[in-house]
């Protein structure tokens, strides 16, 4: 047999074709097609294999989500089996299958508190399209039909249908399609190190938390609907909140009448080191938004994990007149509850709680001796670092926003490495069986393409602060 890495056009052709009729998300078509993708052709554990047979050590578990690591055969023989047994049906008439059956008695025996119930989604995007109606539908049955506004947060990554995009807060995002829809009002984020000015972050995150009960009282108690969050902000650049947040927002969200939505996306299925990041926050929501880490990425699903609170009120109402053909898909289903077994029999969290996170994080922190970086956050395996020409003053370069970032990007993958950047930040989320040489491994080559980046700013002239 030939190795995988050639068992396939050569590359040129690939990104020919790929350019011709792909369209990537995210992405400047033409500026990508002008370059050529990067084709991924195989992944095994932490690796993935490139079309040109390179080995690139991948620092962000695909998308946030292949928490057990690539290549498991466990998870291709339930795919497989459940294909055979019954590949497809639905769940709308009265209808259910094994699969979705277990998978939802099990994650209700992993969800803290009583998050009992699960609505299933294909998505991350989905779940939260299905949160907002849930929200709403939730009030409404209780004769509250005003209570409709949904308060999320700046710089929060939701997922990006009309409804989740409206709760994110990616202001470019917005600028496209005429969002936000209405109904959704956006409070300011926790991220000192951005926003801080001359707070303490202590002082920082108490005020920032304060503008969610300053928007209560603005919109009214009475048309409130919900609070949407993640428990670390992923996608807006791993934003580790002060410590003095939560609890804050705890106090406010305890004193009024509304729901608590925590997107779980990321934080969900043991990134902070728990099974979920309300967990490692000691957050009590009352729908929760699961996708990514529960099938480790094997195939596409997602759900909202619901209270009993909520759940009672909605099976109580009129039919909840929502849910997507592929909801509680039992290919989808059977996979995700191959990897919750392998999470669980194999201590995949315990072990990132005792000890590989610990390691990660010692080593992460250490970063902040490079002169670049400015300051290091890390929960779990999720991390973050901020490149800065000031660490005093915590200044942004004076080159536009993300310049810098994009070459430490570029420099990661040279160095066989996937880091991202979110604008001058770095960040990771490694799969969670990522072991300590790896980790080694990780923090070695961050290191050279940090020392590389340096180098490529200081003689391109771009070692500069933005004016204050
Ligand atoms: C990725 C993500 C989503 C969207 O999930 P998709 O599966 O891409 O639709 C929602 N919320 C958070 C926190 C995410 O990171």
């Given at each position: 047999m030939r190795p995988?890495?050639?068992?396939?056009?050569?590359?040129?052709?690939?990104?020919?074709?790929?350019?011709?009729?792909?369209?990537?998300?995210?992405?400047?078509?033409?500026?990508?097609?002008?370059?050529?993708?990067?084709?991924?052709?195989?992944?095994?554990?932490?690796?993935?294999?490139?079309?040109?047979?390179?080995?690139?050590?991948?620092?962000?578990?695909?998308?946030?989500?292949?928490?057990?690591?690539?290549?498991?055969?466990?998870?291709?023989?339930?795919?497989?089996?459940?294909?055979?047994?019954?590949?497809?049906?639905?769940?709308?008439?009265?209808?259910?299958?094994?699969?979705?059956?277990?998978?939802?008695?099990?994650?209700?025996?992993?969800?803290?508190?009583?998050?009992?119930?699960?609505?299933?989604?294909?998505?991350?995007?989905?779940?939260?399209?299905?949160?907002l109606r849930m929200a709403r539908v939730y009030w409404a049955h209780q004769g509250k039909p005003e209570k409709q506004v949904v308060i999320s947060r700046w710089n929060g990554y939701h997922g990006s249908t009309m409804g989740a995009a409206s709760l994110g807060g990616m202001k470019g995002m917005h600028k496209q399609g005429?969002?936000?829809?209405?109904?959704?009002?956006?409070?300011?984020?926790?991220?000192?190190?951005?926003?801080?000015?001359?707070?303490?972050?202590?002082?920082?995150?108490i005020a920032r938390a304060r503008e969610l009960e300053e928007m209560i009282l603005e919109v009214g108690e009475d048309k409130v609907a919900a609070f949407i969050a993640e428990p670390v902000q992923g996608a807006g650049g791993v934003i580790v909140p002060p410590d003095s947040y939560w609890p804050e927002i705890k106090r406010i969200l305890a004193k009024y009448d509304i729901l608590f939505i925590a997107d779980e996306v990321i934080c969900g299925f043991g990134r902070t080191g728990n099974w979920f990041g309300c967990q490692t926050y000691d957050l009590h929501p009352d729908i929760m938004t699961i996708a990514k880490g529960l099938s480790s990425g094997y195939l596409p699903i997602g759900g909202s994990l619901v209270s009993d609170k909520v759940a009672q009120v909605i099976n109580a109402g009129d039919e909840f007149a929502h849910g997507y053909t592929y909801s509680a898909h039992p290919v989808a289903a059977a996979v995700a509850l191959e990897n919750l077994r392998i999470l669980q029999d194999e201590k995949i969290i315990e072990t990132v709680q005792a000890e590989t996170g610990p390691y990660l994080k010692e080593k992460w922190e250490a970063l902040t001796d490079h002169p670049m970086v400015g300051e290091a956050k890390i929960v779990g395996m999720m991390a973050?670092?901020?490149?800065?020409?000031d660490k005093a003053s915590r200044a942004k370069f004076a080159a536009k926003a993300g310049t810098v970032g994009?070459?430490?990007?570029?420099?990661?993958?040279?160095?066989?490495?996937v880091m991202r950047h979110v604008g001058d930040r770095m960040i990771i989320s490694p799969p969670l069986v990522i072991t300590k040489p790896e980790i080694d491994l990780l923090i070695e080559r961050a290191r050279k393409a940090l020392d590389e980046t340096y180098a490529q700013v200081k003689a391109d002239g771009l070692w500069k602060a933005a004016e204050a």
């Open positions: 995988m890495s050639e068992n396939h056009l050569p590359t040129a052709e690939l990104q020919a074709l790929d350019a011709a009729h792909h369209m990537h998300p995210f992405t400047e078509g033409d500026a990508l097609n002008a370059k050529g993708a990067r084709i991924i052709t195989a992944a095994q554990g932490c690796y993935l294999t490139d079309s040109d047979g390179i080995e690139i050590l991948d620092g962000m578990a695909g998308l946030w989500c292949v928490n057990i690591g690539y290549g498991r055969q466990e998870m291709a023989d339930a795919a497989a089996r459940q294909m055979r047994q019954l590949p497809f049906y639905n769940t709308f008439f009265q209808t259910s299958h094994p699969p979705a059956i277990h998978l939802a008695a099990k994650l209700a025996e992993i969800a803290p508190g009583d998050l009992n119930h699960v609505f299933f989604n294909g998505s991350g995007s989905d779940s939260n399209d299905t949160n005429g969002l936000p829809i209405p109904g959704i009002v956006h409070i300011n984020q926790p991220d000192w190190w951005a926003e801080g000015g001359d707070m303490s972050p202590e002082e920082f995150g973050s670092i901020a490149l800065t020409p994009l070459m430490a990007r570029e420099r990661c993958f040279a160095n066989h490495l």
